[in-house]
């Protein structure tokens, strides 16, 4: 058998197919059922066994460059195709390709961008805070002492020294006043603060350990016209949730027991599900419980450096969570930080 001959056959009929129908014939003859390439590298068992090893090796090569040349080939029709394509103008490079995937950003991150871009068009200014935060600040300067039962209400994580995972952004209160006191106090101070806050409860459909705040402070002179009082926080929310929950509301203030604010309330606005009917959602009452605030409790602006007898504020801590589930009606909140892209990819057009 003169496999060198045989060679430069295929070599040669590879070569000389004029298009790719005629090199699927070609590689149909020598690679199909009983192709000649087949044949000859199975003939190696018909031979004496010492021969076996060599002729095996060659046989396998000569069929990997046969192989290689019919991939030349083919790539070389393939190319005259794409040219021929374009040539005849059946190629459109205006057209979009595949569409990339893309993220989206979280609901609490766009609920959270629109109202600081609320904020800040009412002329606030963003505050941070250590989510690491010390027992002073979350609970001593916020008029919390530390046998107050109020803390009881925190679960808190603790660290050590007398630190703590912050269990919500008011400690910010106190940090924000003592450095603008240090500066110079200039009322009116407008601050909001949003946040990450801790706290060790048992997780379940309405209770997370992490979670997402907004504190919002407002301080400016008790006296004369820029006295700061109850009708200017309910303007201030009532603007904030008509702009968050995109519809006109209603607010109705109950007490709420806070010790850095006197008076403290909870803020009630009428169901969205029900338009104040009653539902399953605001358990018939047609309210819902949404903002903690009050006015700034004389203790927390002395702890800031400020007189209270010249002073007044007022203060809210929005939840985050609470105010995406309400928008778009989500009864889970385990949802927001349990990962499932299913889960986030439904609020695309909502992303900014
Ligand atoms: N910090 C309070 C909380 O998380 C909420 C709050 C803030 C209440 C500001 C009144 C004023 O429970």
Redesign the pocket.
Known sequence: MDTAAQRDGWLAAIAAAADAAALTAVEARLFGPKGEVVELVRSVTSLPKEQRPAFGKAANLLKQEVEQALAQKRETFAQQAMQQELAAGGFDPTETGARPKRGVLHPITVVQNELVDLFTSLGFRWEDGPEVESEYFNFDALNIPGDHPARES?DTFWLTDKNLLR????PV?VRTLQRAVKQGFQPPLKVIVPGR?FRSETVDKTHEHTFY?M??LVVDRAHGEHGISVANLIHTMKTCLRVILERDVQVRLRP?F?P??EP?FELDVNCPFCSGKGCSVCKQSGWIEIL???MVHPNVLQKGGLDPEEYTGF???M?LQRVVMLRYGIDDIRQFTGGDLRFLQQFPEVSR
């Open positions: 925190q269990t919500h952004t008011s209160q806050v705040q504190e919002g709420g806070f850095f604010v403290g903690p605030c009050g203060a809210f801590g939840g």
